[in-house]
């Protein structure tokens, strides 16, 4: 009789150990640090993505932190030292990450709607007088972050190519808020005129910080550019890299993703981010004109 309880005893704590953390290869590391882009605030940001990081430690058995950096560049650079292991990107910084710091693109962001991509747009505050970018002339201008798709390379490629404008020129001053966030902050409380940001970081705030429909008017929406990815760098564990796309893609947590604004993942590839790099080559080759 006593074996037999010494053998229940010995089941019931095998089976209270967490059947992730037991199998954890060894080549994986003991914690994974994963950067953010600065879309908006560091706490708003980190507690967008809270849930998640909490799901992939489950997932994984390992813990996850989460790092905001102050610029995109930041985000870049950590991970080309090594100082993260997978990040969350706009396609712009994906790209050149992908090309200075060994970053993969693993899963791409699903929106709300189904989409896989999300829009550039410029906006301007609700009865500001200004109705088209014509009438944005000579008014104060605001991109995000240098690195930054919708926020800097879209709507400078729309200047120079469709309207055939320099905005160091067209627009009396021109300045980088930062992030997505400052950007829409900023034109609503009447500090600059016009800025370029995007739909999902528009929605993103939407009930919390602003009322889009009341606050803002869309000047201009650019075509459709490739979804946000999620990278890690190719040097990590091939293991690790399937558990990590595998566990991206199985995240359905209603209210993780309701923070993000997303529908979910879907696994994605470098070569999706080839129109962006096409875009980059052509900005460098107005600016070289």
């Excluded at 074996?3 to 967490?18: D, E, R, S, Y």
């Excluded at 309701?258 to 600016?287: C, F, H, M, W």
Aim: net charge positive.
């Amino acid at each position: 009789m006593k074996h037999i309880m010494k053998a229940v005893v010995t089941l019931v704590l095998t089976l209270c150990i967490p059947l992730a953390a037991m199998a954890v290869p060894a080549e994986w590391p003991k914690k994974l640090t994963c950067g953010l882009i600065p879309t908006e605030s560091a706490a708003g940001i980190t507690d967008r993505y809270d849930n998640l990081a909490k799901y992939l430690e489950k997932k994984l058995g390992i813990p996850v932190e989460l790092q905001v950096s102050t610029d995109y560049a930041g985000v870049i650079t950590a991970m080309q030292f090594k100082h993260i292991d997978l990040a969350y990107f706009g396609p712009k910084s994906y790209v050149e990450a992908a090309q200075r710091a060994n970053a993969e693109a693993f899963v791409v962001e699903i929106t709300e709607d189904g989409s896989d991509g999300y829009h550039g747009i410029i906006i301007t505050k609700k009865g500001s007088g200004i109705n088209s970018l014509e009438d944005a002339k000579g008014k104060v201008w605001a991109f995000t972050d240098p690195n930054s798709t919708s926020g800097t390379l879209v709507p400078t490629v729309h200047f120079v190519k469709t309207m055939k404008i320099d905005p160091e020129k067209y627009f009396s001053k021109v300045i980088y808020s930062g992030s997505h966030e400052s950007s829409i902050l900023a034109i609503k409380g009447g500090k600059i005129d016009v800025a370029s940001t995007n739909d999902l970081d528009l929605d993103r705030g939407n009930g919390k910080h602003w009322d889009k429909d009341k606050d803002f008017q869309i000047l201009w929406t650019s075509e459709l550019i490739p979804g946000s990815p999620m990278a890690y760098r190719k040097d990590l564990p091939d293991s690790l890299k399937k558990a990590l796309k595998e566990a991206f893609i199985s995240y359905k947590d209603k209210e993780g993703l309701s923070k993000l604004k997303l529908k979910g993942y879907a696994a994605t590839e470098d070569k999706t981010y080839n129109p962006i790099r096409d875009q980059i080559e052509v900005k460098k080759q107005l600016a070289n004109k």
